[in-house]
């Protein structure tokens, strides 16, 4: 169930979905040690989960969830669109 922001740094609470961003993320599911899978499992390649992990408005607007394997679920600042040197002239003409 979630709680809170995916940002530890944030403590803003998970009330309503409308709000923020809900990101579901597919990872391995790990077994426990000494825990043996059923037999129907273990044919499958990969045994997988979906985790949910919500980012408040605020939290957001700047980052990104992204899964890595090896790190897992983290986060990740947004890629802003490059504003090229003659973009940025025109707008600061008034051109469009």
Same mark, same amino acid.
């Given at each position: $169930?979630?709680?809170?922001? !995916?940002?530890? =740094? ?31 499992? &273990?044919?499958? =390649? =990969? =045994?997988? #989960? ?11 607007? #700047? ?5 890595? &394997?090896? &790190? ?15 973009? $940025?002239?025109? !707008? &600061?003409?008034?051109? !469009?």
């Amino acid at each position: $169930m979630l709680s809170r922001c !995916a940002n530890v =740094q944030c403590s803003k609470p998970f009330l309503r979905l409308r709000e923020g961003k809900l990101f579901l993320v597919e990872t391995n599911r790990l077994t426990k040690p000494g825990e043996a899978a059923p037999p129907f499992v &273990r044919a499958r =390649q =990969q =045994q997988r #989960q979906v985790e949910h992990f919500w980012l408040c408005d605020s939290c957001a607007a #700047q980052y990104t969830l992204i899964y890595d &394997r090896e &790190r897992g679920v983290a986060l990740a600042p947004l890629r802003r669109p490059v504003t090229s040197a003659a973009t $940025m002239k025109f !707008a &600061r003409n008034g051109v !469009a």
